[in-house]
């Protein structure tokens, strides 16, 4: 091995390292020194892969399936062979609304971890989250009852924390919140032992999404509080402006329309063009703030801006929510006629997934 090459492996150990720790600037500033001086393809692959990663978790899903697609084409490896690649690959798919993408590298993972319980659970657990996103409800309760069926026995805590996960983001897609609850629950409670602030900010998020669903909203914005510094930590732009939709509900919930209302022009601003469902989400939350405070016509528009974005990704609840608020408003500003319409418009969503959506 000559000393070029042990200057670019070295670089690249080193790039690994600081993108562990959160220091996207310098992983960035080595894995792009690694690609200038790599002579082989897999240590060229390796530092595509690392800025992919820096792309992904910098709030670029765009760049970050370019760069991974480019790693993939130079070492020609099947993805599912790459388990960390395939689960930020798959994550950057359905980041970007490609959910078919990013079920089919799922479903090749699960295959590959036959034999492995812990990455099994691992893909089953995203695959049925991924099929759950795209209104596949059956499949998703298919997927799950395989991985409880093999997770089962398993001792890692974040196993049997993303069976839990698994469960109750699940029955939150089906309108059954009430069982949701203590599945994120014990998931929480299994987190907090290991210590990881990353896994345990987005578990005690999950969680307080359920306990908003169930007018808890006090308890939520406890729970949202207690993790903000842990996701303003590691958390990449996407999912900080996601952990502010949460917190702007919870206000909402709670009276306080205004500091709701600010928050969530913020949220909105942040998300106009990274996700399509959660920037759906965030108009339906502004357009719901809007009507508290008075303001129909502007209400109006913002539900209408949110049923855009959501009508051109799968039907799931957050449509079908979106549709009865805004119907709920055209019947308290008496138009009877439209909101009917609206309302047909919801129970077609319904009809098409097969079962009833929150």
Request: charged share 30%; with cysteine.
């Amino acid at each position: 091995m000559g000393g070029s090459e042990v200057a670019v492996i070295s670089a690249l150990d080193s790039a690994e390292i600081a993108l562990r720790l959160d220091e996207m600037e310098e992983a960035a500033r080595l894995f792009e020194s690694a690609l200038d001086d790599a002579q082989g393809e897999r240590e060229r692959a390796r530092a595509l892969e690392g800025l992919g990663q820096v792309a992904f978790r910098s709030g670029d899903p765009e760049g970050a399936v370019e760069l991974f697609e480019k790693a993939l084409a130079l070492v020609d490896d099947d993805i599912a062979e790459r388990p960390s690649l395939a689960e930020s690959l798959a994550r950057a798919y359905a980041a970007l609304g490609q959910l078919a993408r990013s079920i089919a590298i799922l479903e090749r993972s699960v295959e590959a971890c036959d034999a492995d319980p812990v990455q099994y659970v691992r893909f089953a657990g995203l695959l049925g989250a991924a099929l759950t996103d795209n209104g596949s409800f059956a499949a998703a309760e298919r997927v799950l009852a395989a991985a409880l069926s093999r997770g089962g026995g398993v001792a890692d805590p974040y196993t049997r924390a993303r069976l839990y996960w698994s469960e109750s983001r699940l029955r939150v897609e089906e309108g059954q919140s009430d069982l949701a609850a203590p599945c994120a629950q014990r998931a929480l409670e299994i987190l907090r032992a290991t210590e990881d602030n990353y896994a345990i900010a987005h578990m005690l998020q999950s969680l307080a999404h359920i306990y908003l669903d169930l007018d808890r909203a006090g308890e939520a914005l406890d729970l949202l509080r207690e993790g903000e510094s842990l996701i303003a930590a590691a958390g990449t732009p996407l999912e900080l402006a996601q952990y502010r939709i949460e917190e702007a509900r919870a206000l909402a919930a709670l009276g306080e329309a205004e500091a709701a209302g600010a928050l969530a022009m913020q949220v909105r601003n942040q998300l106009r063009d990274m996700h399509p469902v959660d920037a759906g989400r965030s108009y339906a939350l502004l357009g719901e703030i809007f009507a508290d405070l008075g303001e129909p016509a502007r209400a109006r528009e913002l539900l209408e801006l949110a049923i855009e974005l959501l009508e051109r990704q799968a039907p799931g609840r957050y449509l079908v929510q979106a549709y009865k608020r805004l119907a709920e408003l055209l019947k308290e500003q008496g138009d009877t006629d439209e909101a009917f319409r609206v309302l047909e418009r919801a129970l077609g969503v319904q009809e098409r997934v097969g079962r009833p959506l929150a």
